[in-house]
């Protein structure tokens, strides 16, 4: 059984469309998380929600939008792709808190903007 | 905030040696914990190892360890016994409160037969 899964796991669009990542979990975690992985496999936390609360909220573009429909739901979504918006974007999950409590991290999705 | 450096973007090993990847963190927190994550071909994150901050023993888990330098803020991973499948980018990751999770710029591993 997938514990976090993503779809798509490729995503090729051109500048200026709009798109969306979904993620799911089926661990029963109340923390879910996006984080982007850049060219030189640099990565960067950009959006947690608990509880379908958003936590924590990077310097990231506004064109970025998470949305929780639930705790086992978190999807991305991004207007007016750049191409700088080409990376993998990594979903993860997890309990929340400053426990050690390992992120279970889902296959990503590699999005190119041409 | 915190900052974690790997100061290693590349290191090889020959298989069934041991190699040693280099983590320092900065946090101001005193509650913490720290991760090594490995990242294969696959692309999938898969944790090595943990180590909490107020633990002064060394994590170890079968061929992995940790040396933890609380004072230097030095996390660095032990490889053992290196094999082909453990070819991937390593990833040090400092967690703070709020599940915040701050990762290294990743050290890549090549075993060579």
Same mark, same amino acid.
């Given at each position: 059984?997938?514990?976090?899964? $993503?779809?798509? @796991?490729?995503?090729?669009?051109? +500048?200026?469309?709009?798109?969306s990542?979904k993620c799911e979990q =089926?661990?029963?975690?109340?923390?879910m998380?996006?984080?982007? $992985?850049?060219? @030189?496999?640099?990565?960067?936390? +950009?959006?947690?929600y608990?509880n379908k609360e958003?936590?924590? =909220?990077?310097?990231?573009?506004?064109?970025?939008s998470p949305k929780s429909p639930d705790k086992a739901h978190l999807n991305l979504h991004?207007?007016?792709?750049?191409?700088?918006?080409?990376?993998?974007?990594?979903?993860?999950?997890?309990?929340?808190?400053?426990?050690?409590?390992?992120?279970?991290?889902?296959?990503?999705?590699?999005?190119?903007?041409? | 905030?915190?900052?974690?450096?790997?100061?290693?973007?590349?290191?090889?090993?020959?298989?069934?040696?041991?190699?040693?990847?280099?983590?320092?963190?900065?946090?101001?927190?005193?509650?913490?914990?720290?991760?090594?994550?490995?990242?294969?071909?696959?692309?999938?994150?898969?944790?090595?190892?943990?180590?909490?901050?107020?633990?002064?023993?060394?994590?170890?888990?079968?061929?992995?360890?940790?040396?933890?330098?609380?004072?230097?803020?030095?996390?660095?991973?032990?490889?053992?016994?290196?094999?082909?499948?453990?070819?991937?980018?390593?990833?040090?990751?400092?967690?703070?409160?709020?599940?915040?999770?701050?990762?290294?710029?990743?050290?890549?591993?090549?075993?060579?037969?």
């Open positions: 059984d997938t514990a976090v899964s $993503q779809t798509p @796991k490729y995503l090729v669009t051109q +500048m200026g469309n709009d798109k990542i =089926n661990l029963g975690h109340d923390t998380y996006w984080y982007k $992985q850049d060219s @030189k496999k640099f990565l960067k936390i +950009m959006f947690s608990n958003l936590i924590i =909220n990077e310097t990231v573009p506004n064109r970025f991004i207007n007016s792709l750049e191409l700088g918006d080409s990376a993998v974007y990594f979903c993860a999950s997890s309990y929340y808190g400053t426990s050690g409590n390992e992120q279970y991290f889902g296959p990503g999705t590699r999005l190119t903007v041409t | 905030a915190q900052t974690v450096t790997q100061s290693q973007p590349e290191m090889s090993v020959q298989e069934a040696e041991t190699v040693t990847l280099s983590c320092t963190y900065d946090t101001s927190e005193s509650d913490y914990y720290l991760f090594w994550y490995k990242q294969p071909p696959s692309r999938q994150m898969i944790l090595v190892i943990r180590q909490e901050a107020y633990k002064q023993q060394n994590a170890t888990e079968n061929r992995f360890s940790v040396n933890f330098q609380k004072a230097a803020k030095s996390f660095s991973l032990k490889i053992s016994d290196s094999q082909l499948g453990d070819a991937a980018m390593y990833f040090c990751a400092c967690e703070t409160s709020g599940s915040r999770l701050t990762f290294g710029e990743g050290t890549q591993l090549t075993v060579n037969p």
